[in-house]
């Protein structure tokens, strides 16, 4: 909403502030103003000119030089612009002005003639080419015959003048029109306001003679009003009708249309005008349309109309889209000479469904939408008809055509000072209420210590106590409510163990070097599966922006993937990325999808590189798989981990597990195909994705102190040539069976395939730790166990033993 | 013999003298007072003496050992000393040459956001409560006051999966879950989570973005209660210099609505370019839980009443850390991500 602070005076007056100390005000108290737009933008050297006599340049075409009378000087201007001719007043910028668009005018020679000064459009001046009425759209803009030559023309156009900038919520709509704002500011500056007052001398005719009304959908259209005004002479508006219209955004078309939108504008009632007898029939029936009917609006587009769709017609067939806009076949022109003012109340459903329908959204239909001001449809007819009469020449007939079920009673509210106070933590006196209530002229009344309140009609959003409240609360100001904080139940706080352990999970994963990456949860169809830890149905967005965001994921790894491939793009080759966060599988019976967490994370390039001591290394497998263990180990679950060889879709099949907790296959983990990585740009890749839920879900055991051992352990190694097929942790498993007790630890220190070992095996080593906490062990203790491992070795892994 | 061991005492000091190394030295305390050494002869060689001489000779050769032996002693201990000066001169390292980095890996800059203002509500007493990304409408919009056919609630501004289902717009359901499930309980509340809007992506929209909010719901809790809150939260959050004001505003789900400002962190509210001149940051949206809203939950509005508030922390990370576009957070450029590793505290 723009409000011209001009124009605003007609109604309140503000100044005795500053405007910026206005724009404050009103901002603090509940309508934030966006911006203030200096009209004149501090243009000087604009006058008027009288063009005295114009001929053609010699030189060039398209110019005319001009001897321009800018007020008891003649000025030779030379002026390029199609509609120029002797005799016009003119916008004449003189040298020393600076146009808004920075242009500065000098004398200067135009194909040698002399030039002083520049003759402007309104663009040039900085309004807007889309408000310029459509006659001077494409050239300068001509001045009325009763100027004066040399007088300021920023005055003639009203240009000295500042626009607030309304950002209005969507409850404020009673602040969509200069007499709602009026009330506001008159309420925030406790100030009495003047509404216009309407006074015409009606004709003998009456309105009722002359056209008929009926309404045939109440629900949508419970009030209409229709005047007649008649021998309207339809020419330019005033200069000061078209200059206000233009500060608020709105273009001049001719003084029928633009009193209608000036009516608009001051009271929010959006009017239509009809073409009395291009009508024909001499009546109006509103109604629903039938399905597929047609009708041609004022933007001359033919539209399908639904049967759900309310219309204006002449009894025959359509002439507006009820307030949505006009049709072209009863549209005021320049031979109108009979009106018909329609002031109605349409139902907000209907018209913000027809709008959105027929993609027409107007300053209209945005009123409309919101609920316009029951009380104010009748009164705007009134203001329109007196406008005609006064500047179009009209003659309003006696009385309006009227149809009116609409309940126009003001909602009452009671309530108690200390309700307000209570929920507000202040103390304000309830005379200090009613204040505030008399200040927004809200009829009010103190009954047993209550405050009685009829609400105007004009302010709809105010339906329960606590709109009161808050009214009560920003004209007090917020400043004055005292910062306390809240006194309930006293509770601990703190997170739930899962999510501490999330975050156990988050800091573990970046202490071991790995970033924490933030990708989308919506994929593309074909990244929607892919290494999905279980099988389930995709879940469809209905009405996707894209195909790239069109499911939600059942992976982390594509994103992370794609996060990869973005930065080695770039030239950032090692990358080491995580991820926690929800998928979503399938449809549950409730509706939605099963959401489960996840933590997934990418390895690619060098995962140590001290590059000056000549140390580098490519992440692995088993780089991943350290940190999956170390994760586990953080969570107390390292004992129930284990890995197994496995085959997954787009991931390399020598080189993939299964994370198993226990018996619950909780993850995967291993390189990405080569295929896939080629296809994505990526050097050697690793990735894994787990159910972080199930896993953070496993109770942990309870951490409890284990004895500093106070006798000596003794450590074994073993060196064993296996079949290649032979897994570390099948040995492993044998040598903790066969160990017995003493066995305190094993573990892999060496792998070799190759040179001196027979072609199909590996050799292996182990260290083995034996301990007793109860005494020191002796040779012999070890010896025992130690040959039971042995024999357990060749036999159960028909390993041979290396010396 | 008198002379002779003058004379040998002369050759010692010489060839101690002379010794560069331990190693030196020890050959010339062997060669010298070893068990074949001449004073060992000499000591030998006493009995050849006559006996009123011995004890004189005797003493004097035990004179001069005991002096070629402390003179050694020092010797040994200077070369000792010149060795490990020479080796220390030798691991002598260029000590500006480049450490080896600790490779640690950081959080998100919205995840530091996120946690340092849960941090803080739990320090008072607060509890995280989480809920599903992808809602009902019910507890999206209906039970937070926005019913069906509601001009907020466009199909063409949210993701719908069903009529009936989609990707929650904010993270106000858990509020209403919350609610619900409490029974009538009092809460005090922060829900972090992600959320979805039907938006194009650019320098200011993300479909997917990041809220926190908070609900506090008891008897007697009054908007004094939030003013309170919220300043400490901006203090915290943007310095102890920190001041906030309200501002009236609308939300379907509170009445009355704020909007809270703080003072301008970069200017102290002088007006600059962060604050566009005015000195205030708009900061969060707030304020009491609209009676429908508490009566939809199960909670009689005369008798409890409530605040929320809620923020993007995406909008808290750019102000916090100068960050000028929204796209950064979710690109996952590397170079972007690790700038946020350093602690603050």
Redesign the interface.
Known sequence: MLVSTNWLSNYVDWNELSIEELAEKI????I?VDGIIDRSFGMDHIVIGHVNSCVKHPEADKLHICQVDVGGEISQIICGAPNIAEGQNVIVARPGAVLPGGMKIKKAKLRGEESNGMICSLQELGIEGKLVPKAYAEGIYVLPNDVRAGDSALTHLGLYDRILEFDL????SDALSMLGVAYEVGAILSKDIKLPEISYSASAEKAQDVLKLSVEAAEDNPMYVAKVVKNVKVAESPQWLQNTLMSAGIRPHNNVVDITNYVLMEYGQPLHAFDYDRLETKEIVVRHAREGEKMVTLDQVERTLHDHQLVITNGKEPVALAGVMGGANSEVYEGTTTVVIESAYFAP?SV?QTSKEVGLRSDASTRF?KGVDPNRVAEAAERAAQLMAELAGGEVLEGSVTFDELDKTPEKIILSPDYVN?????KIAMDEMKTIMDRLQIPTELINGQLVMDIPTRRQDLK????M??EI??LYG??E????????????????PY?AKR?IV?RY??????????????ASPKDAQAFALETAPV???????SEE?SV?RQSIIPHLLD?TT??VA?R?ES????ET??V?LGIEE????K?VEHVAAVLTGKWVH?A??GETKKVDFFVMKGIVEGLFEQLGLLERLQFTKATVDQMHPGRTATVWLDDQSVGIIGQVHPTVQHQRDLQETYVMEMNLQSIMQTATEELLYEAVPRYPSISRDIALVVDRDTSAANLEKIIQQAGGKLLKKVQLFDLYEGKNVEEGTKSVAFSLTYFDPERTLTDDDVVKAHSKVLDALTVQANAQLRS | MKEQLHELKEQVMLKIKESHTVKELNDVRVAYLGKKGPITDLLKGMGKLPAEERPKMGALVNEIRESVTAILEERKEILEQQAIQEQLENESIDVTLPGRPVELGNHHPLTRVVEEIEDFFISMGYEIAEGPEVEKDYYNFEALNLPKGHPARDMQDSFYITEDILLRTHTSPVQARTMEAKDGAAIKIICPGKVYRRDSDDATHSHQFTQIEGLVVGENIRMSDLKGTLDLLAKKLFGAEREIRLRPSFFPFTEPSVEMDISCFKCGGTGCNVCKKTGWIEILGAGMVHPNVLEMAGYNPEEVTGFAFGMGPERIAMLKYGVEDIRHFYTNDIRFISQFHRSEA
Do not use: C
Request: charged content about 25%.
């Open positions: 901002t603090r108290a509940g934030e919520t969507p409850n404020r459903g913000r939408e209570n929920r507000l933590g202040m329960i106590k606590e709109d409240i808050e609360a920003r917020y400043d409510i005292p910062k306390t904080l809240p006194v309930v139940e006293s509770t601990p706080g703190g997170l739930t999510q975050r988050r994963l970046e202490a071991a070097g790995l970033s924490q990456a933030l990708t989308y949860s919506l879940t469809k967005l209905l009405m996707p922006m965001r939600l996060a973005y930065n770039r950032n990358i080491a990325l995580y966060g929800s979503f409730d509706g939605l999808p959401e001290h000056w001591q």
